[in-house]
T-cell receptor, first 109, second 116 residues
Framework: GQNIDQPTEMTATEGAIVQINCTYQTSGFNGLFWYQQHAGEAPTFLSYNVLDGLEEKGRFSSFLSRSKGYSYLLLKELQMKDSASYLCAVRSYTDKLIFGTGTRLQVFP | GAGVSQSPSNKVTEKGKDVELRCDPISGHTALYWYRQSLGQGLEFLIYFQGNSAPDKSGLPSDRFSAERTGGSVSTLTIQRTQQEDSAVYLC??????????????FGPGTRLTVL
């Protein structure tokens, strides 16, 4: 079966660091994506991991451990505009994305 | 255009009517995907087109749903005899599928479908 788990909601303070975890159990694995989705808008691409380790991109980093079926998205120096849903998605061998339900992050001043 | 476009942005219809949703992918992208996002739910895969290959229809929830991709570009998702549970945001994405590291899927703004 296909299962991707993320926390439903998280809160954090402006300027802080937050880590959003994602665990997955899928029948195939061909990469893991993180997307950001503001309310009422389309998901936008944040990061991609296919090998184990950390990928850093500015204030955002993403980590993958394939043996543990685990990824996290790390957001540093949080800004109010980072309030959004963060979607973890696993790409199958047939290229379709399997999404978790998303983590809604609220950043407070 | 610069990104994936979809039309209409909003569609309100009555139960039992047919609807057509349109997607224009990024120019040159050979792969096109349809997803559905219901309120409070994750994105649900519906169908995938890649070049001239037969589409992957494994995510279509019922035979009321169908999709076409004409000329390898524009795609239309058709829902026949709509039901209230079809109410959702329908998102289209495209990717280049040129190989390489990511083949990232880029999403359109979606069509919000409301079935009364």
């Amino acid at each position: 079966g296909q299962n991707i788990d993320q926390p439903t909601e998280m809160t954090a303070t402006e300027g802080a660091i937050v880590q959003i975890n994602c665990t997955y159990q899928t029948s195939g694995f061909n990469g893991l994506f993180w997307y950001q989705q503001h309310a009422g808008e389309a998901p936008t691409f944040l990061s991609y991991n296919v090998l184990d380790g950390l990928e850093e991109k500015g204030r955002f980093s993403s980590f993958l451990s394939r043996s543990k079926g685990y990824s996290y998205l790390l957001l540093k120096e949080l800004q109010m505009k980072d309030s959004a849903s963060y979607l973890c998605a696993v790409r199958s061998y047939t290229d379709k994305l399997i999404f978790g339900t998303g983590t809604r992050l609220q950043v407070f001043p | 255009g610069a990104g994936v476009s979809q039309s209409p942005s909003n569609k309100v219809t009555e139960k039992g009517k047919d609807v057509e949703l349109r997607c224009d992918p990024i120019s040159g992208h050979t792969a096109l995907y349809w997803y559905r996002q219901s309120l409070g739910q994750g994105l649900e895969f519906l169908i995938y087109f890649q070049g001239n290959s037969a589409p992957d229809k494994s995510g279509l929830p019922s035979d009321r749903f169908s999709a076409e991709r004409t000329g390898g570009s524009v795609s239309t998702l058709t829902i026949q005899r709509t039901q209230q549970e079809d109410s959702a945001v329908y998102l289209c994405a495209s990717s280049s599928r040129r190989g390489g590291d990511t083949d990232t899927q880029y999403f359109g703004p979606g069509t919000r479908l409301t079935v009364l």
